[in-house]
């Protein structure tokens, strides 16, 4: 079973231009993202999906600068996008990753794989109810399964928001597992994705308190250290 992941992202956010490279301690956002995957999972399953516009053309630099796989799509029709990098790298289920996912938490993804690769489902999801904190989410999809479903989108919210018209359209012969947060629920739904600049000054305080490397802090360590600085933002 070949299971890929997909970091989707833009150069030139609204709300935070150019925060995917924006850097913490000298490294981009990216690369601690990507650097979180990798405790997990091989580099090679690991992919930067962005679009084919020239504002995106410092994110393909660093890519090709630091050998790291990269695939170009519509900016739109984010949905397509995701479909064809997945169907470009041959992956069996193709794992949503955000790029505004500084904090993905390494035991969850974990779990997550495993129960993928039972085969029993098409969708494995950590969103639903929001019991994980924004900036951890993680979605695994069977690349058919989403290819058949990605025929049914119409709207503009359904090219924009990759997995949107699953959740509004499940069924229970769609095979969905909705994960759960039971390890720190009192986590679910805060605010640690990196959107603005709030965000971003969040992050720097939390990786600035690490002692070791990021890798090795969690969902509760991380969520400790969100209590301690979100009271002062």
Do not use: W
């Not at 969905?176 to 965000?199: M, S, V």
């Not at 305080?205 to 002062?232: C, M, P």
Request: aromatic share 12%; with cysteine; net charge negative.
């Amino acid at each position: 079973m070949n299971i890929g992941f997909i970091i989707l992202c833009r150069y030139n956010s609204r709300r935070l231009p150019g925060k995917i490279l924006k850097k913490i301690n000298g490294k981009p956002i990216l690369q601690y993202i990507i650097e979180r995957l990798q405790t997990v999972i091989n580099s090679n399953n690991i992919v930067i999906a962005t679009s084919e516009e020239e504002t995106d053309d410092p994110i393909e630099s660093y890519c090709l600068n630091n050998n790291i796989n990269l695939f170009r799509g519509s900016l739109e029709n984010v949905s397509g996008r995701f479909l064809a990098c997945a169907e470009n790298y041959g992956f069996d289920f193709a794992t949503r990753i955000n790029g505004d996912n500084f904090f993905m938490d390494a035991s969850t993804l974990r779990e997550m794989i495993k129960i993928t690769c039972t085969g029993k489902y098409n969708f494995v999801s950590n969103l639903k109810g929001r019991t994980f904190p924004k900036g951890m989410s993680i979605e695994i999809v069977r690349t058919d399964f989403y290819k058949d479903k990605f025929q049914q989108f119409s709207s503009n919210d359904d090219f924009e928001h990759v997995t949107l018209n699953l959740y509004q359209n499940e069924s229970e012969s769609d095979k969905f597992y909705h994960y759960k947060n039971t390890q720190c629920p009192e986590a679910g739904g805060i605010q640690l994705a990196i959107d603005d600049q709030d965000d971003f000054h969040l992050a720097e305080q939390i990786i600035h308190t690490f002692a070791e490397d990021h890798t090795r802090y969690g969902l509760n360590e991380v969520f400790q250290l969100y209590q301690k600085y979100s009271k002062h933002e």
